[in-house]
């Protein structure tokens, strides 16, 4: 069952944070959190394992709250080269041996 | 260098005629999967394979067929394909992890570069 994103879309100036939310419905083992360019393949950013894990990646960092079945990405100080659509993929289960299912995705424009 | 590659990138066909979408990584992973791309809906799974001769249908398996008798390729077979699977397809691998003496798959996905496929 695909987990749901939100918002659909952001738009940002440059300088400015956006906040993407990744829910689901079941039980997850993991989030993963990709991004991709127009026509190009989605781009791996970081996974994050049940236990409430939180994880950085320059200015884009991620949390987990394994309770709530949610997951957010936060990026700060948006840069013109963050622009695109953010998926996020969940795992569901114990074992993390599963297969990966994605939202819908965020389409987020940073502009000057 | 370390990749997975899909052939080809664009395909232009008829209703009814047979084709193939090749997927090949040489990254000796097992996991391997299938998922269409289109707007609004995201990216979907159509087929997944966990290893060599297994096989499972995703969230889209209709009108699809896939085999993986080596580790390396995992063909996408469109026996009759219609207007509606005309897409953005991704092929996809992952290596199987070992946590705790137990298998799992929390790595990242290799994606390949995308075949855009449209059937008149």
């Known amino acids: 069952q695909q987990p749901v994103q939100s918002p659909q879309a952001v738009i940002l100036r440059e300088g400015e944070d956006a906040v993407i939310n990744c829910s689901s419905s079941k039980a997850l083992y993991s989030v993963h959190w990709y991004r991709q360019k127009h026509g190009e393949a989605p781009v791996f950013l970081m996974i994050?394992?049940?236990?409430?894990e939180q994880k950085g990646h320059e200015k884009i960092s991620a949390s987990f709250n394994e309770k709530k079945q949610q997951s957010s990405l936060y990026l700060t100080a948006s840069q013109l080269s963050y622009s695109g659509t953010y998926f996020c993929?969940?795992?569901?289960?114990?074992?993390?041996?599963?297969?990966?299912?994605f939202g819908k995705g965020t389409m987020l424009l940073v502009s000057p | 260098e370390a990749q997975v590659t899909q052939n080809p990138r664009y395909l232009i066909t008829v209703t009814g005629k047979k084709l193939t979408v090749t997927c090949s990584q040489n990254m000796n992973h097992e996991y391997m999967s299938w998922y269409r791309q289109d707007p609004g809906l995201g990216l979907r799974q159509i087929y997944y394979?966990?290893?060599?001769?297994?096989?499972d249908k995703g969230d889209v398996p209709e009108g699809y067929k896939v085999s993986r008798k080596e580790k390396r390729n995992f063909p996408l077979i469109l026996e009759s394909p219609s207007p509606n699977q005309t897409s953005l397809y991704f092929c996809?691998?992952?290596?199987?992890?070992?946590?705790?003496?137990?298998?799992?798959?929390?790595?990242?996905?290799?994606f390949g570069n995308g075949t855009r496929l449209t059937v008149t």
């Open positions: 996809a691998s992952r290596p199987t992890l070992v946590r705790d003496g137990m298998s799992s798959y929390n790595s990242p996905l290799h």
């Open positions: 394979s966990m290893n060599v001769e297994v096989t």
């Open positions: 994050l394992l049940k236990g409430g």
């Open positions: 993929g969940t795992e569901i289960g114990d074992s993390g041996y599963s297969t990966l299912t």
